[in-house]
């Protein structure tokens, strides 16, 4: 699949380690630019609620993004990401994701996937 131009939103684990995680999802944006994807990165767009109480409103709009990208990477297997993954599926989103399945995302593989641009499209 040709990239260039696509829109691309990033999912990626929040909570457990915000600034940590949001310095991993930089890497990510700035990889994808320079690759010529328009990334979304939904993490930086909600990082002013303060809380968790907002979670059902962002996670109502990072569907709404999910509905006007072109793909969807996945970055995690936290509660967050698993949910829009299953959403992107069920609306027929290309999605692709940077972590073997079977175990917890590591950063390090995470990086060799996007700088091989393989995703594993499942």
């Known amino acids: 699949m040709d990239l260039q131009g696509k829109y691309a939103f990033i999912s990626h684990p929040y909570s457990q380690s915000p600034e940590k995680n949001k310095k991993r999802v930089e890497k990510a944006c700035k990889y994808w630019i320079k690759k010529g994807v328009v990334p979304i990165s939904p993490l930086h ?7 968790d109480n907002q979670r059902d409103k962002i996670m109502e709009y990072c569907y709404r993004m999910i509905c006007s990208v072109d793909i969807v990477f996945v970055y995690g297997t936290s509660e967050g990401c698993r949910l829009e993954e299953e959403f992107a599926r069920k609306i027929g989103k290309p999605v692709y994701t940077y972590y073997k399945k079977k175990r917890k995302p590591n950063y390090v593989e995470c990086k060799y996937l996007m700088r091989e641009n393989k995703g594993v499209h499942m």
């Open 45 to 51: 767009l909600f990082s002013f609620y303060s809380n």
